[in-house]
């Protein structure tokens, strides 16, 4: 079958001789027709944070083409969501499509049943790739426990940075939102989702903002490294919230007495469980997020390698989500 398989850091190579998966007992074989690029997919590609050679791709759509014998839930012919549920990874359950087992970036791909969810029938499976990045904001949510007339920062507006941006306003009725971002594109595109304010990186930029709105209470850091973190710790109000959904590999030096003298939560955040994703599939039934302002474009499979080379150079990027179609 066709597949691309990462083998090297930002090295993926297109092939057409990958053998076709077969599932067990408590699997289903799907048909691929879309994958969505994930962040951490960028980062893996650029860094290397699981095992290579590797199929990525968590971000799947697609329709079950043969299924296991213990799986009853779902019949050949369905249109699903193939969407990784949160493990343990402190407890050694390393699973999941596209990081410790081979993904959707190929024609099939093998999938366990706790991860199939059927596509509602007013969802195409192109708009069905964004379930996954809800799901991820319906989590960081929850645990932020943030209620209503709450001071928001979002740090990053790329895909899940403007997803969490729909969601909010979605879900709760925030005193403002504003977004951080260093990427002219992306915070226009803010502004056009509803956004209060896009504003570049230097803190200076932003303390003119929050001085005129309000520290903010709670902080969404949809980047996670070592400078949006210190910042994140620099710009939140005594008491506040940080709540933790980038990805971050390796070690930073952190202002840990800051954390003590402001008296900041600081929430770690990572995937989403069924609760979550059913939660997303539920804004999506509802009509309630617009796909098409996610989705900038498709790319062929074989051309894999181009796209991934264009998120190397992020102050050039003119695109949210793009997907990959077998």
């Known amino acids: 079958m066709k597949a691309a398989v990462i083998e090297d850091i930002k090295k993926i190579r297109y092939r057409e001789d990958y053998p076709k998966p077969t599932p067990g007992p408590d699997e289903a074989l799907v048909r691929v027709h879309y994958c969505g690029i994930c962040g951490s997919d960028i980062t893996n590609f ?3 944070m699981y095992n290579f050679p590797l199929v990525m791709g968590h971000e799947i759509t697609g329709v079950v083409e043969k299924i296991g014998e213990n799986i009853t839930n779902i019949n050949v ?3 699903v969501i193939c969407v990784n549920v949160s493990l343990d990874l402190s407890q050694g359950e390393l699973k999941g499509m596209g990081m410790f087992q081979d993904g959707g970036f190929a024609e099939y791909v093998k999938v366990p049943k706790i991860s199939l969810f059927p596509i509602p029938e007013n969802i195409s499976t ?3 790739v964004m379930v996954e990045t809800f799901a991820l904001i319906m989590r960081a ?3 932020s426990k943030i209620q209503n007339n709450e001071n928001i920062l979002i740090i990053g507006g790329g895909n899940v940075g403007l997803a969490a941006l729909r969601a909010l ?3 709760k009725i925030p005193n403002y939102v504003v977004i951080v971002e260093p990427n002219e594109f992306l915070r226009k595109k803010a502004i056009e989702m509803g956004a209060t304010d896009a504003v570049g990186t230097s803190r200076a930029k932003v303390k003119k903002v929050t001085k005129k709105l309000g520290a903010p209470s709670f902080i969404f850091d949809c980047v996670g490294n070592e400078e949006t973190i210190s910042n994140a710790v620099n710009f939140i109000k005594k008491g506040g919230t940080i709540l933790l959904e980038g990805i971050h590999k390796g070690s930073i030096t952190f202002p840990l007495f800051m954390l003590n ?7 770690g955040c990572l995937g989403h469980d069924r609760e979550d994703i059913l939660a997303s599939i539920e804004l999506f039934a509802q009509e309630k997020i617009d796909a098409d302002q996610f989705i900038s474009g498709v790319t062929p499979l074989k051309d894999i390698q181009q796209t991934f080379d264009s998120y190397l150079n992020p102050q050039n990027r003119e695109f949210i989500k793009l997907l990959v179609q077998p």
């Open 169 to 171: 306003l979605i879900k």
């Open 141 to 143: 949510i929850k645990l």
């Open 77 to 79: 012919g369905d249109r």
């Open 261 to 267: 003298s402001k008296e900041i939560c600081l929430k």
């Open 46 to 48: 650029k860094y290397k």
């Open 126 to 128: 192109k708009d069905a």
